[in-house]
């Protein structure tokens, strides 16, 4: 990764936000509340936490679209884009009690391809 742009640098941001949105969903849609019966899509989080989940994926993927019109990170963005459009396609389609194993599974490949483009990144300087 010659040359890596400035934005791979944002990596360590979106990682702190994908750890903040696991707890989050686990709280929300935890085993606790399936165990309990409860359907987690009619309590939803308050307005202002929606809001900042909401600002942040468009973030994400607006970084992602950005790091895509760069030669060396474009692999890393494509791959991240990838697992991010296959988990909501899963989730849209599993039933609840699968949505948080999904939703797992795709934060750590998420997390793991994020640690990597800032690891080469780092690497380039």
């Not at 307005?47 to 679209?65: F, G, H, K, R, S």
């Not at 030669?71 to 599993?94: E, N």
Request: with cysteine; glycine share 8%.
């Amino acid at each position: 990764m010659d040359n890596a742009p400035a934005a791979a640098f944002l990596a360590p941001v979106f990682v702190v936000y994908e750890i903040a949105q696991l707890v989050y969903a686990e709280r929300l849609l935890g085993v606790k509340q399936l165990q309990a019966g409860v359907d987690p899509r009619g309590l939803g989080p308050p307005e202002p936490v929606a809001l900042l989940w909401v600002v942040l994926i468009c973030a994400q993927n607006a970084w992602l679209l950005w790091l895509l019109g760069e030669g060396p990170t474009r692999l890393h963005a494509a791959c991240l884009l990838l697992v991010s459009l296959c988990g909501f396609a899963l989730r849209g389609s599993c039933a609840l009690r699968w949505v948080l194993m999904v939703l797992t599974i795709e934060g750590a490949l998420r997390l793991g391809l994020m640690v990597s483009l800032f690891g080469a990144a780092w690497r380039s300087l």
